[in-house]
């Protein structure tokens, strides 16, 4: 059974930094690619930065340069750095696990950030 978890939201003031945290079990983690979306109220949920199993990145234009996907394979653990947070970076934040045209999600940790 996959299980994703998130972690590491939380409430920030404009300019500053959290790292989410998304572990992983039930799965092979190292084979699959892993995503990171969001999702304000009121808005479709839109991707916000993906890894390859390779460790190849890509990035919504709205956070590059500010944000960071990175990942960990022993420890089954993928991450978003964020940076210079903006208010229009609140939303809830979800973590995607792809692999063999299955998708899961874990259940999202919410990022407030207060301008």
């Known amino acids: 059974q996959v299980q994703l978890v998130e972690s590491g939201g939380g409430l920030v003031q404009a300019g500053g930094s959290l790292r989410l945290s998304c572990a992983a079990s039930?799965?092979?983690?190292?084979?699959?690619?892993m995503a990171w979306y969001r999702q304000a109220p009121g808005k479709q949920r839109e991707l916000v930065a993906h890894?390859?199993?390779?460790?190849?990145?890509d990035y919504a234009d709205s956070v590059k340069g500010r944000f960071t996907i990175s990942r960990d394979n022993p420890k089954n653990t993928v991450y978003l750095q964020m940076n210079s947070l903006k208010a229009e970076d609140t939303a809830a934040y979800y973590c995607?696990?792809?692999?063999?045209?299955?998708?899961?999600w874990g259940q999202g940790t919410q990022v407030t950030v207060s301008s």
């Open positions: 039930g799965m092979i983690f190292r084979l699959s690619a």
């Open positions: 995607k696990s792809e692999f063999s045209h299955r998708n899961y």
């Open positions: 890894i390859t199993s390779g460790g190849g990145t």
